[in-house]
């Protein structure tokens, strides 16, 4: 008998909820994190073969495009909204030098490590950089400031937490970077970089 996936959806959905409000009283003294058991669960479902759907990203790519996108602004918004310190450039201090200084020299790390350690194209290589470098807001959850007017808001934490929430914007530009150089066959050609600076970094 086939299992209906609306009915499967729900049932993903109904456990999901309730791991939420479970486990991270349960795994408080455990080095795991929701984000990383329901991975788990999702390996050892379709790895089982008992459901009788595929859900594969290349053949459900703008569904896996939207759904990827709506996972991003509430994991961002989630982050967000955690923060209770006033704006401010020196309040902010920690933040802007994780974003404008540690990330970009974590992205060129990772791609001369992909270069010249992995032997990727540069393109590649600095796809894997921006990708990697942004501090996830998700798995970093349980490191992050608790909720407003709780206290739980150290500086590392707070750091932590609110570069979190803006580095993907400020990561996306690195990722247009590494398309520009796979369309120039893996070179940066100053036409290219003039275009890159105006168009995405300076306007998108």
């Given at each position: ?69 709506l ?21 902010w ?15 060129a790390?990772?791609t ?9 194209g540069?393109?590649?290589a600095?796809?894997?950089?921006a ?23 150290g500086?590392?934490?707070f ?6 929430g ?7 530009p690195f ?26 970094v300076?306007?998108?």
């Amino acid at each position: 008998m086939a299992l209906d996936p609306y009915i499967l959806f729900l049932l993903g959905v109904g456990v999901i909820v309730l791991l939420v409000a479970w486990l991270p009283m349960a795994l408080r003294n455990l080095p795991l994190s929701l984000a990383i058991l329901c991975v788990a669960i999702g390996v050892v479902v379709f790895h089982a073969g008992g459901l009788p759907f595929r859900p594969d990203p290349l053949r459900f790519s703008t569904l896996t495009e939207r759904l990827t996108e709506l996972v991003v602004l509430v994991s961002l918004m989630g982050a967000g909204l955690k923060i209770d310190r006033r704006l401010g450039w020196k309040a902010w201090s920690s933040s802007w030098r994780l974003i404008a200084i540690t990330m970009p020299l974590t992205i060129a790390g990772v791609t001369l490590i992909g270069v010249y350690g992995l032997g990727l194209g540069l393109a590649s290589a600095l796809l894997l950089g921006a990708a990697l470098a942004p501090t996830d807001p998700v798995l970093a959850s349980d490191v992050q400031v608790g909720p407003p007017r709780s206290g739980e808001d150290g500086e590392a934490r707070f750091a932590l937490t609110s570069e979190a929430g803006l580095n993907d914007g400020f990561a996306f530009p690195f990722v247009h970077l590494a398309v520009a150089a796979a369309a120039g066959g893996g070179f940066l050609s100053a036409e290219r970089l003039g275009h890159w600076l105006a168009v995405d970094v300076a306007w998108r």
